[in-house]
């Protein structure tokens, strides 16, 4: 009777470190997949930002690049509503 509670409680030890060891690296998984999907998205928003001279030397002129203004040497701020 008492090997049987002996191995029971072993057991039940086991399969608690077990699951707790899963469950750590779904987490882990978990956050190295929305750290890459915000790095993606972050990259994406670069790349789609519109740069424009604050003096409007050319009107409503936009770049894809920072940089500065050709007409003027001033840098180019990014433009938030386009």
């Known amino acids: ?6 191995k029971f409680t072993l057991y039940s030890v086991a399969i608690f ?3 707790s060891i899963t469950a750590c690296n779904n987490s882990n998984k978990h956050a190295k997949e929305t750290a ?3 790095a993606v998205e972050h990259e994406h928003k670069v790349e789609n930002a519109k740069y424009q001279c ?6 409503d002129k ?4 920072k940089g500065k203004c050709p ?3 001033m840098d ?3 433009v938030k509503n386009i």
């Open 71 to 73: 007409v003027c040497g």
């Open 54 to 59: 604050p003096m409007k030397c050319e009107e």
């Open 62 to 65: 936009t770049y894809n690049k």
């Open 1 to 6: 009777m008492k090997t049987n509670t002996i």
């Open 36 to 38: 890459k999907q915000e």
């Open 76 to 78: 180019l701020k990014e």
């Open 17 to 19: 470190f077990l699951l």
